[in-house]
């Protein structure tokens, strides 16, 4: 991946308007000390622990952390859910530093 995201502009109807969205390609970065917390987690998918409007929220810097099941899946929407199925024992997480990236949350 490039050092900087590259951004791209969908367009519909060929021009633009307020429903275009702006897409970022996410790129690795390893080890940042203010990263915020995304859990990656089967049958889920991706779980951020923070976002725009937050005051957490450090742009879009993500430590991931990965989820496995100790028991039956089911969805796990929030990182309070993450937290509390861990405290529960019903899954374990794990730090993946190597799979850090960069990527923000457009509002």
């Keep these: 991946?490039?050092?900087?995201?590259?951004?791209?502009?969908?367009?519909r109807a060929g021009r633009p308007n307020a429903r275009d969205r702006v897409l970022a390609r996410a790129r690795r970065e390893p080890g940042g000390a203010r990263n915020d917390d995304f859990y990656r987690v089967p049958g889920t998918g991706g779980v951020a622990a923070v976002g725009p409007g937050t005051g957490d929220y450090h742009g879009g810097s993500w430590k991931v952390l990965d989820v496995s099941w100790n028991v039956s899946s089911y969805p796990l929407?929030?990182?309070?859910?993450?937290?509390?199925?861990?405290?529960?024992?019903?899954?374990?997480?794990?730090?993946?530093?190597d799979a850090d990236f960069r990527c923000p949350i457009q509002p």
């Design 1 to 11: 991946m490039k050092d900087d995201a590259t951004i791209h502009r969908q367009r």
């Design 77 to 97: 929407t929030s990182a309070g859910a993450v937290l509390a199925a861990a405290a529960a024992g019903k899954v374990t997480i794990t730090r993946n530093a």
